[in-house]
Nanobody
């Protein structure tokens, strides 16, 4: 069983940077894909970035390409999201999630394939 805990959220002014981390514990051998999602107030949850196990493929939402970078720190067993040039529209609750339990999907569209989710960390970008 895998458990995920996000950290690194906070408040920052537009143009600033934040680095989010998702610490994974438990048995992660069956994990196929890892991703970051966000949900702004009054809007549906959307995929931000995803990384296949082994780092062979990455996926980014068009709105964050060139600004966000997803990576995995194997030594620390964390999934990280470096966010630069933050904009007010980046404000929201950010969640990390894993595709686990035998699913072989990786990407941002099929959110139902992500079966393990963290509790979320709030990111607020002020103008």
């Amino acid at each position: 069983q895998v458990q995920l805990v996000e950290s690194g959220g906070g408040s920052v002014q537009a143009g600033g940077s934040l680095r989010l981390s998702c610490a994974a514990s438990g048995y992660t051998r069956s994990t196929y894909c890892m991703g970051w999602f966000r949900q702004a107030a009054g809007k549906e949850r959307e995929g931000v970035a995803a990384l296949s196990k082994g780092g062979t493929a990455t996926y980014y939402a068009d709105s964050v390409k060139g600004r966000f970078t997803i990576s995995q720190d194997n030594a620390k067993n964390t999934l990280d999201l470096q966010m630069n040039s933050l904009k007010p529209e980046d404000t929201g609750m950010y969640y990390c999630a894993f595709v686990d339990g035998g699913y072989w999907y990786c990407g941002l569209e099929r959110q139902s394939k992500y079966t393990i989710w963290g509790q979320g960390t709030q990111v607020t970008v002020s103008s």
